[in-house]
């Protein structure tokens, strides 16, 4: 599995625009804990810098995350998190008869999710599997509850990122998005997960934030039964992104690495809107 990762980075180095997260299902050692979770095709050239409404930060100055706050006030801005204690029941409606489960964990990884309704002893959440927008109840003892000030709108018209902090805009970047032929979907996400960025590093970035939204122009990218949108650097020149953005990609978001490094401090669990 991970010298199958290794060798279709390798083969896409050169290749252009290749921009589809794929998930792989495998969890590495500890020794390989940045290899697993992520396959990505390669763009080629080591990012340079860009233009972002940011603070001045180096690409490699990672600051920590943000952690989640322990209550989930209802105030505009603030979106309640649940996080998954184990395995779930999935229901279609509170009290209604069970019609699935929610795991515990996706690719390895906590399931963090925005709450989007409530009912006593219930909440309603979104969901990172496929299809796009599954949404589902479930009990709120299985769940531990937070909340995030963050969210980020991605608007694929004016191709530019923006990042609301507490309903304040706080980032408004240029970002390659989907070309015509693979397009980004849109509709309402969520931020998953952060990934570390494949070695050697082709241009990711500092790191990969993983999205709760799949291609629907590619339903298995490179035989790994998954499509994944993820949020990473430029994959190459800079210049590709420029100023204004463009649409260049397979579907993922690209950044210019300084605008990249400021949603380092996201949270999973934060609502991602995509509109056209």
Known sequence: MFRRL???????????????????????????????????????????????????????????????????????????????????????????????TIPASWYGRPSVLPVIG???????????????????????????????????????ATTHLELYDDGQLALSAPAGVGAVGDPTPTGEFFVAFDEPPPQPNPGYGPFI??????????????GSGDAVIGIHGPL???????????????GCIRLHDVALVRLSEVPPGTPIDIIG
């Open 118 to 156: 409530s009912q006593p002893g219930w909440v309603k959440v979104r969901l990172a599997q496929r299809p796009d927008g599954s949404v589902g109840w479930v009990p709120a003892k299985y769940v531990t509850l937070s909340s995030t000030p963050f969210r980020i709108v991605i608007n694929l």
């Open 209 to 222: 934030m993983v999205t709760s939204a799949h291609s629907k122009a590619i339903s298995d990218w490179e």
């Open 6 to 100: 290794a060798q279709a980075i390798s083969t896409n180095r050169g290749a252009s625009a290749a921009c589809v997260v794929i998930v792989v299902a495998a969890i590495a050692a500890a020794t390989l804990a940045t290899a697993h979770g992520l396959l990505l095709s390669s763009g080629g050239g080591p990012p340079k810098s860009g233009a972002a409404s940011v603070p001045s930060r180096t690409a490699s100055a990672r600051p920590a995350a943000r952690v989640a706050r322990p209550q989930p006030p209802a105030q505009p801005g603030i979106t309640s998190v649940a996080t998954l204690r184990e395995n779930a029941p999935r229901y279609a409606s509170p009290g209604g008869s069970q019609d699935g």
């Open 236 to 250: 190459g020149d800079d210049s590709e992104i420029g100023t204004t953005g463009a649409r260049i990609s397979h």
